[in-house]
């Protein structure tokens, strides 16, 4: 497994994450994620799973087999 290649998919699931969740909370929306405000709670739920399955992705991909 190309761990680069996961991390940067983590850091980049994660930013997108926590800059939407926080743009929502001050009532602005995220451009790139313009398709799916008119979900209401479903909303909030994806971004969520961004913010937290970022930080999951990055922790496994930076974690050793020795580590395990």
């Known amino acids: 497994m190309k761990k680069p290649i996961w991390s940067l998919v983590g850091f980049t699931m994660f930013s997108i994450g926590i800059l939407s ?3 929502s909370l001050v009532g602005l929306k995220f451009t790139l994620l313009n398709f799916m405000y008119n979900y209401g709670m479903v909303t909030v739920i994806i ?3 961004l913010l937290f399955g970022g930080m999951i992705i990055l922790y496994v ?3 050793t087999q020795d580590e395990v």
Request: aromatic share 12%; no cysteine; charged share 10%.
């Open 21 to 23: 969740f926080i743009l």
């Open 47 to 49: 971004q969520l799973v």
């Open 61 to 63: 991909a930076r974690t």
